[in-house]
């Protein structure tokens, strides 16, 4: 039974290049969340996806980052024109369905990371 | 807004030595305390978790009670062993939310 997935695990970009961060969730989750970790601190909520739908971006940058989670394939972390400030490890947690009440959520289970460097 | 602090590492050990990380929190309700570990190349797992005053989470020989007085959920194990090598995590959650409140992490590393 194969865990969270995220690739690649290290990632390298020169300021103002694209960054395309991958996370298949374990199977039969259907919601995604994903985490950034900056040097030194904690990991900070970013988004929260469903299949199709993005249900909560407040810890998400306004500005060049976007997510998605197709109704096939992995969910998607995008980061356009990249700046040094965006090196950090990017962590991606699955989890399986939540109660529609809303008062009930699942542990959430974490991929490796992807680890970005902005050169 | 709600924050976890915890002790800053790394950490090195000797085998069979005890090993203590620091926790404390800072929120405006009683959210539920987790740790996490994350060992070299692996996502970060569950290790154990508390959910209201005084419970007490244990796990792998690891164990932290929640101490609501003190805001605190330390980590400790009496005995690691070289495996128990890996990040370790204090996180706190709210029962009806899904974001999770990280901790920025402890590297232990135990030597044989």
């Given at each position: 039974n194969a865990g969270v997935m995220q690739n690649p695990r290290h990632l390298v970009r020169r300021r103002g290049q694209e960054a395309r961060l991958r996370c298949s969730p374990m199977k039969g989750h259907s919601h995604v969340y994903w985490y950034r970790q900056l040097p030194e601190e904690g990991l900070k909520f970013m988004v929260y996806l469903q299949k199709e739908n993005i249900i909560d971006e407040s810890g998400m940058p306004k500005e060049r980052f976007s997510a998605e989670f197709p109704k096939e394939g992995p969910s998607i972390l995008r980061i356009q024109q990249v700046v040094r400030g965006d090196s950090a490890a990017y962590f991606c947690a699955s989890s399986p369905f939540v109660s529609q009440s809303g008062t009930h959520y699942y542990e959430q289970y974490f991929g490796p990371g992807t680890r970005l460097t902005v050169t | 807004g709600d924050s976890v602090t915890q002790m800053e590492g790394p950490v090195t050990l000797s085998e069979e030595a005890f090993l203590t990380i620091n926790c404390t929190y800072t929120a405006t309700g009683y959210?539920?305390?987790f740790w996490y570990v994350q060992y070299p190349g692996e996502g970060l797992q569950l290790l154990l978790k508390a959910?209201?005053?005084?419970?007490?989470?244990?796990?792998?020989?690891?164990?932290?009670?929640?101490?609501?007085?003190?805001?605190?959920?330390?980590?400790?194990?009496?005995?690691?062993?070289v495996s128990d090598s890996a990040v370790y995590f204090c996180a706190l959650r709210y029962p009806s939310d899904y974001k999770l409140s990280f901790g920025a992490g402890t590297t232990v590393t135990v030597r044989a």
């Open positions: - | 959210p539920s305390l959910t209201k005053a005084d419970d007490k989470g244990s796990n792998k020989g690891f164990e932290a009670t929640y101490r609501k007085e003190t805001t605190s959920f330390h980590l400790e194990k009496g005995s690691v062993q």
